[in-house]
């Protein structure tokens, strides 16, 4: 599969789950909880097959560099909003709050990728790479998200 594809197939079920989430409120914790955990384990296996593979490649590229690093930040950010989210309780009145502020800025993130980002990796990489690419990302995905199972 092509690695833009992919990726893009992730965000899209990440925003589905987002626009989910913002719909909870805190009479249904349970739901918050399982959609939270769902996000987590979405974004968590993502950010580790763009930075171990597609970011990794595309950065040695002297045109993609600067975007890369300021995904990487962006990546780190989310990961901040969603330790803080992971450890508030559903009822509290921050979690809503809280969820908006990863939502924000998850899409926020997947504009630059999508708007900025992608159009330079299909510039740069021709379809073989962005197909082995896309193939590579896909194995770590299935192990990683297996690992997360076990
Ligand atoms: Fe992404
Ligand atoms: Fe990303």
Known sequence: MNAITLL??????????????????ASSPDKRRSIFEEIKREMTVHEQIEEQIFYKELREHPKAKDLVLEGIEEHNV?????????LTEPTDEYWGAKFKVMRENIEHHIKDEEGEMFPTARKVFDSDELNELGKRMGEMKQEAMASLQA
């Open 8 to 25: 893009t197939d992730d965000h899209d079920k990440v925003k589905k789950l987002l626009a989910d989430g913002e719909k909870t409120d």
């Open 78 to 86: 989310v990961d901040t909003i969603m330790g803080e989210l992971e």
